[in-house]
């Protein structure tokens, strides 16, 4: 995890670093070297999708040692950004059937940094809701795995232990949907216990751009329209 990390960090800096270039020499030879360091970058988003991170942070090297050559050089002129820790922001849910308010949290939790989203499995949303998720726990962190917003998912622990989570994945937030309040109860008191430095926010609204933002009322329509 500690490469992955690197990795998407040094990508950052480099597409900052592009976002500010100024070309003083418009030498082929010197285009030339932009578009290989470009290449690189471009290299190394693909090895991070992969999961490759050792292989990325190489690409990113080579082109980061491009830029930094043809500034020494006088070619051109850029800004590395001001290095910044990239913090870690825990999300977890049912995340049950896939809604825009859904999106919207893990949309404003990529705001805050890197983000690693905790998936309740099928036998504590019973304990906690007395039913069971429609769908079932492997598929629904499949599915959390592919939003662009997400960095890393994994499946929660079968008992509650807020202990354990904040222990393994260390987060620097964790950021709560605007329905967890009883869950912001239990966070809130481990931490006071503990001592922890964790910034705890939860959203004060729900998201109601569109009609159906969650996942009960999506439930509730297909029961009106398909119940028969």
């Given at each position: 995890m500690k490469e992955k990390i690197l990795l998407k960090k040094y990508i950052i800096n480099l597409e900052k670093a592009f976002e500010s270039l100024k070309i003083l020499d418009r030498?082929?030879?010197?285009?030339d070297i932009i578009d290989l360091a470009k290449c690189y970058l471009s290299d190394a988003r693909y090895y991070f999708e992969k999961g490759e991170y050792t292989t990325g942070i190489s690409c990113i090297a080579y082109g980061e040692g491009l830029l930094?050559?043809?500034?020494k050089l006088g070619k051109i002129d850029f800004k590395w950004p001001r290095s910044r820790k990239i913090r870690?922001?825990?999300?977890?849910?049912?995340?049950d059937i896939i809604h825009p308010g859904h999106l919207y949290l893990l949309r404003r939790a990529k705001k805050y940094g890197y983000v690693i989203v905790i998936v309740a499995r099928?036998?504590?949303?019973?304990?906690?809701?007395?039913?069971?998720?429609?769908?079932p726990e492997k598929q629904r962190l499949e599915i959390i795995r592919s939003i662009k917003y997400v960095d890393e998912a994994y499946l929660g622990y079968k008992n509650?232990?807020?202990l354990k989570v904040i222990e393994k994945y260390r987060p620097d937030i964790i950021l709560l949907g605007p329905d967890q309040i009883y869950l912001e109860h239990m966070i809130r008191k481990?931490?006071?216990?503990?001592?922890?430095?964790?910034e705890i926010k939860r959203l004060k609204k729900k998201y109601d751009k569109y009609m159906y933002s969650s996942t009960s009322g999506i439930i509730k329509h297909i029961i009106e329209e398909y119940g028969e």
């Open positions: 030498n082929k030879n010197v285009l930094d050559s043809l500034r870690r922001v825990v999300v977890g849910g049912t995340f099928d036998s504590t949303v019973k304990k906690l809701k007395n039913k069971v998720p429609i769908i509650i232990n807020i481990t931490v006071s216990e503990k001592g922890l430095k964790i």
